[in-house]
């Protein structure tokens, strides 16, 4: 079987979201669901940041800025929510998030009634011919 990208660290937060859901189930806001993975990450030993801004450019002009919900070693963005499902824009968010960063692997966690998640990969690296 092929690794994949941070594989060790996704793998940890994945388990950590599992943990978060079965003791706090569904109905909470996002911020309740991120601060308990923050806890449970860092108590992990892994560098968590919360809300770090990044700045979105077009043509070298910053044109706005959003905020990652968490950020793990500096490797994994992980994008919570706490929807009835998971949908393309909430990808297509995760996915900008990643192209605006020097990141390359997030994950998209979603406290609903069903608890589901989606790895996603963005390479920023330009290929030089």
């Known amino acids: 079987m092929e690794n994949l990208l941070h594989q060790d660290i996704t793998e940890a937060i994945i388990r950590v979201f599992y943990k978060v859901y079965n003791t706090l189930g569904h109905g909470f806001l996002e911020r309740v669901y991120e601060n308990a993975m923050y806890y449970e990450l860092a108590s992990g030993g892994y560098a968590v940041e919360r809300q770090r801004r990044i700045k979105v450019f077009y043509e070298n002009i910053q044109v706005g800025d959003y905020f990652a919900d968490l950020i793990v070693d500096d490797k994994v963005i992980v994008e919570i929510k706490a ?22 692997v997030g994950l998209l966690l979603n406290f609903g009634k069903k608890p589901q998640f989606k790895r996603k990969i963005f390479t920023n690296r330009i290929e030089h011919r």
């Open 83 to 104: 929807a009835e499902g998971l949908r393309e824009e909430h990808e297509c968010q995760l996915i900008n998030y990643l192209k605006a960063t020097e990141i390359e």
